[in-house]
């Protein structure tokens, strides 16, 4: 069973900011919080990981509270092709060995023009 | 750079027939595995490799064996196609300090 649970689906407007929750309450000290989302039937794409601090990149910001049971993934400027569903996955880092990611449902994210 | 390359995109097979599904990668990452995903789920894993001549079963295997030869290659073979692999199959690389990098699918169809 999934370690997270994330809506089932949200709404944003083009160029708005998405920001998508998930709630990881019995997350592991060694487990980071990795984003991945699949648009249409495409393979997944990764987005971003993090252990315990804030972390961006070139398509999201990630939030982690300081207590480490949620997060919440930010894309700054939501356009047409950020329709997709988002995964929120916990699991110990990829550097530990072979990562198990197990993808429960995830929140479909549908920009509106 | 291809990523992750996955073979063929689409099969039909018949019921009790076997094959294999091809997955290479150009990146050198020395982690694979393999997933399948069932029609509106998520995926679940069925195989996975931490590294040239090492694998591990996932929490789908049965039905399927895996071999890494190489770096690059990880194929998946079918042993006896039954009804219930039908499904979209999914490969991915990773390397530490990044995330895994999937291919495009296979879409397997078994009547």
């Known amino acids: 069973d999934a370690k997270t649970t994330q809506p089932p689906s949200m709404d944003c407007a083009e160029g708005r900011a998405a920001n998508l929750p998930c709630n990881h309450s019995?997350?592991?000290?060694?487990?980071?919080v990795y984003w991945y989302r699949q648009i249409h039937s495409q393979g997944p794409q990764y987005i971003i990981h993090?252990?315990?601090n804030n972390e961006t990149n070139e398509m999201a910001s990630l939030i982690i509270t300081e207590d480490r049971k949620s997060s919440t993934l930010i894309l700054p400027h939501a356009t047409l092709r950020d329709t997709a569903v988002y995964y929120c996955?916990?699991?110990?880092?990829?550097?530990?060995?072979?990562?198990?990611?197990?993808f429960g449902q995830g929140t479909r994210l549908t920009i509106n023009p | 750079n291809a990523g992750v390359t996955q073979t063929p995109k689409f099969q039909v097979l018949k019921t009790g027939q076997s094959m294999t599904l091809q997955c290479a990668q150009d990146?050198?990452?020395?982690?694979m595995s393999w997933y399948r995903q069932d029609p509106g789920m998520g995926l679940r894993l069925i195989h996975y490799?931490?590294?040239?001549?090492?694998?591990d079963q996932g929490e789908v295997p049965n039905g399927y064996n895996v071999s890494r030869s190489t770096t690059e290659d990880f194929p998946l073979r079918l042993l006896s196609a039954a009804p219930s692999q039908t499904s979209v199959y999914f490969c991915?690389?990773?390397?530490?300090?990044?995330?895994?990098?999937f291919g495009s699918g296979t879409r397997l169809t078994v009547v």
């Open positions: 019995t997350i592991s000290g060694n487990e980071y």
């Open positions: 990146m050198n990452h020395e982690y």
């Open positions: 993090g252990l315990k």
């Open positions: 991915a690389a990773g390397r530490g300090d990044y995330g895994y990098t």
């Open positions: 490799s931490v590294g040239a001549g090492i694998t």
């Open positions: 996955i916990v699991s110990p880092p990829l550097i530990q060995g072979a990562q198990k990611l197990v």
